[in-house]
């Protein structure tokens, strides 16, 4: 059996899609690659069963769309799957449709957290075959097609058609008697310690492994030592939908992939993309393996934490000893209604003396924030703006990422917006970024002006002199930032108020 793992390019005057391995979707001017990890296990899972597995990655390869569907005929797989999400899902459903109109005897599987959210809608809109949802769709992915050559009994979370017309009833879809097929709620049962090392040759790591500004030394590539967030109940997240409930690997699972990635594959740079990564006793083992094995002179690993982790200062000078280079930090707002209203259990008075531990064990903290909730004035914005340029200012953060909130279908979030009337809009493509798809005091215009004043607000005196100097004693801190003073102008047009 073929099995193709496809992102199909989606052209588009936005830009470039942000689509594989990421929580929140965008348009963007410049690339910038996540490796797709869940896809990438299950690419290597297909084939240590001896299923003949195919990469095509369009968008990440530059290619056109007929070029994609011209591999795609000559490959003529059994098996097409599609990572999708909710900006870009209505595109994927045109695109099953038009593989299945050419009559190619394709059968289409659609994964990720929208179809997760809403399976039966895409069963209603398209003419794909199979939906898998949850986020152990490689799992999941290897079961389904066991049943399909092997009669393996499916596992919960798996929704397939069964040669029937569905019916629009007064506009609400409605799985007919026998004719969609659920196998029930999806189970995070799997042992992740059974999961095979990626085969980083079959799904073509090199396109991943550049276009990251995560990485300071290049190549770089992804982990995924726990899924997802051990904490789990922030009300924007996506991927709550995918993982409401963490797991993760052993200590020296982590260790034994690390050391392949530094022997087998060159890799100076990893980018851990767990949700937020697993800290005590685990964290502590983690990070003496790195410095016993040699490891943390040989590479860079950065990752996702919380700001209250509870990690003391030995904590962090441990993961400085062990490598760790960037630490990325959800702060979302420096307002504490909002904190409180995103469940971020987070005290907005406790963030600069974490931060402050960080940078003292010399760590480099990544700070991501978003605008536009409803209850949100224009002065609460202003106020995390002042706040972000005050951590900069006191050299507390090194990089800053500033976004839209975009509720997406499934989330707590997206719930109460529809609850309280704030949604503008349900149609899925205005849900990418280009515009807030909530009501709130300002408009468009004056939220992506916001943004851009948030990324314009990195670049104080102090700062910039801070990092000439780190840049003029490293040649590979000097190439790093010159790649992120590169990228600023494309970012900013991410955000212009024209678009």
Not at 4 to 25: C, D, H, T
Not at 440 to 454: C, H, S, V
Request: proline share 5%.
């Amino acid at each position: 059996m073929k099995v193709v793992f496809g992102y199909p390019p989606l052209a588009s005057k936005k830009g470039i899609p942000l689509l594989g391995q990421n929580r929140q979707f965008q348009w963007v001017h410049s690339p910038w690659t996540a490796y797709p990890m869940i896809p990438a296990y299950a690419a290597t899972m297909l084939k240590e069963n001896s299923y003949q597995v195919y990469w095509l990655d369009g968008i990440n390869s530059n290619q056109t769309y007929s070029r994609w569907q011209n591999d795609l005929r000559k490959i003529n797989p059994d098996i097409l799957l599609l990572e999708t999400k909710t900006p870009v899902i209505k595109k994927h459903w045109q695109i099953i449709n038009k593989i299945k109109k050419q009559k190619l005897k394709i059968k289409i599987i659609l994964v990720g957290d929208h179809v997760t959210a809403m399976p039966e809608e895409s069963f209603k809109n398209s003419q794909v075959d199979y939906v898998i949802t949850g986020g152990d769709y490689d799992f999941l992915l290897l079961n389904l097609l066991n049943h399909l050559t092997k009669k393996e009994k499916l596992e919960p979370g798996i929704l397939y058609r069964k040669n029937a017309k569905i019916k629009n009833q007064k506009s609400k879809f409605k799985i007919e008697d026998k004719k969609i097929i659920t196998t029930g709620k999806f189970k995070l049962n799997h042992n992740l310690n059974t999961l095979p090392f990626i085969d980083r040759d079959l799904t073509r790591w090199q396109l991943y492994a550049y276009n990251n500004s995560n990485y300071l030394r290049l190549p770089g590539t992804y982990t995924m030592f726990a899924r997802d967030c051990w904490w789990g109940r922030c009300t924007f997240c996506s991927w709550t939908i995918l993982y409401p409930q963490w797991r993760v690997i052993q200590p020296q699972r982590a260790l034994d992939e690390i050391g392949q990635l530094i022997e087998k594959y060159q890799i100076k740079e990893i980018m851990d993309d767990s949700g937020t990564f697993p800290v005590g006793e685990w964290l502590k083992e983690f990070c003496q393996g790195m410095i016993k094995k040699g490891y943390a002179k040989k590479i860079h690993i950065n990752c996702n934490m919380r700001l209250n982790a509870g990690l003391t200062p030995q904590d962090y000078q441990l993961m400085a000893k062990a490598g760790f280079r960037l630490i990325l930090y959800g702060l979302e707002s420096s307002n504490q209604k909002t904190l409180d209203k995103l469940n971020k259990n987070l005290k907005i008075e406790t963030v600069e003396k974490n931060l402050s531990l960080a940078k003292q064990a010399g760590l480099k903290p990544h700070l991501t924030v978003m605008i536009g909730y409803p209850w949100e004035t224009k002065q609460d914005i202003l106020n995390t703006l002042n706040f972000v340029k005050k951590l900069f200012k006191n050299n507390l953060i090194d990089s800053l990422q500033a976004t839209l909130v975009i509720p997406y279908p499934g989330t707590p979030l997206f719930k109460e917006a529809k609850k309280n009337g704030w949604l503008k809009t349900e149609d899925w493509n205005k849900y990418d970024m280009q515009q807030s798809v909530l009501h709130t005091p300002l408009t468009d215009e004056e939220l992506k002006k916001i943004i851009q004043d948030f990324y314009k607000s990195i670049f104080s005196l102090s700062f910039l002199i801070r990092k000439a100097q780190e840049a003029l004693t490293d040649l590979d801190v000097f190439s790093y930032y010159l790649r992120l003073g590169l990228k600023l102008p494309s970012k900013l047009l991410d955000f212009s108020e024209k678009k």
